[in-house]
């Protein structure tokens, strides 16, 4: 499977403790997006990364919350003293480096905050 | 801030009845990317619309992105029960840096019965 990959798919835990959540874009992308999404809602733009460079971060994204890519290559999401209000699904997108080029989304990872 | 709005929000209808999906903003988009989305996974892209007064056929749907690239519609013909799912209209924007950001509606629940 050439595509998007994200772990883990499922991931319950209380609220205060650290969650990281990891995603693989397709090989040859070199732009890779982090969005959220809510239930009844459509993903909402989180931080972008070109290469290792993470160049955009939304103001959703509070200091609790942390992204690399370190090599370029997969990514990390990790957020610190998680709150009820996280809860969410966390979907990953990679994209080439054509200005046409268009996002494909990972299956996501859908966070509970107990 | 950049706003699309789709409707209906919900939508339940019979097998074998067609039906148009809109998605409106005041915002001009570089493109018009439409996705479906199963419960529990990520967006699957299903077209991207470019120019203004496009319109792209894929099998029984039919995309059509506005003169002036403000809105789209989708039409599904005949629909079936596999067109089940949560439709996201998503405009493009190209930033800085290569950054293309999406902008997604807030998504169409679409129930065909058999």
């Known amino acids: 499977d050439t595509g998007v990959s994200q772990d883990p798919r499922h991931k319950i835990t209380k609220r205060g403790q650290n969650v990281t959540f990891r995603c693989d874009p397709i090989s040859e992308h070199n732009r890779l997006y982090w969005y959220r999404q809510t239930l009844g809602q459509g993903p909402e733009f989180l931080t972008y990364?070109?290469?290792?460079?993470?160049?955009?971060k939304s103001r959703l994204l509070s200091d609790r919350f942390s992204a690399e890519r370190p090599k370029g290559s997969f990514s990390t999401l990790e957020i610190q003293r998680t709150e009820q209000g996280d809860s969410a699904m966390y979907l990953c997108?990679?994209?080439?480096?054509?200005?046409?080029?268009?996002?494909?989304f990972g299956p996501g990872t859908r966070l509970t905050v107990l | 801030t950049q706003l699309l709005e789709q409707s209906p929000q919900f939508l339940s209808i019979q097998e074998g009845e067609n039906l148009t999906v809109y998605c409106n903003s005041s915002s001009v988009f570089s493109s018009l990317q439409w996705y479906r989305q199963e419960p529990g996974e990520g967006p699957v892209l299903l077209v991207t619309?470019?120019?203004?007064?496009e319109v792209k056929k894929l099998k029984r749907l039919t995309f059509q992105f506005g003169d002036a690239r403000k809105d789209s519609s989708l039409h599904i013909t005949a629909a079936q029960p596999g067109d089940t799912g949560l439709y996201l209209c998503?405009?493009?924007?190209?930033?800085?840096?290569?950054?293309?950001?999406?902008?997604f509606g807030t998504g169409t629940r679409l129930t065909i019965i058999p």
């Open positions: 997108a990679s994209r080439g480096g054509g200005s046409t080029d268009t996002q494909y």
């Open positions: 998503a405009g493009a924007t190209l930033v800085d840096f290569g950054n293309e950001k999406l902008t």
């Open positions: 990364f070109q290469n290792e460079a993470q160049l955009e």
């Open positions: 619309v470019v120019t203004g007064g």
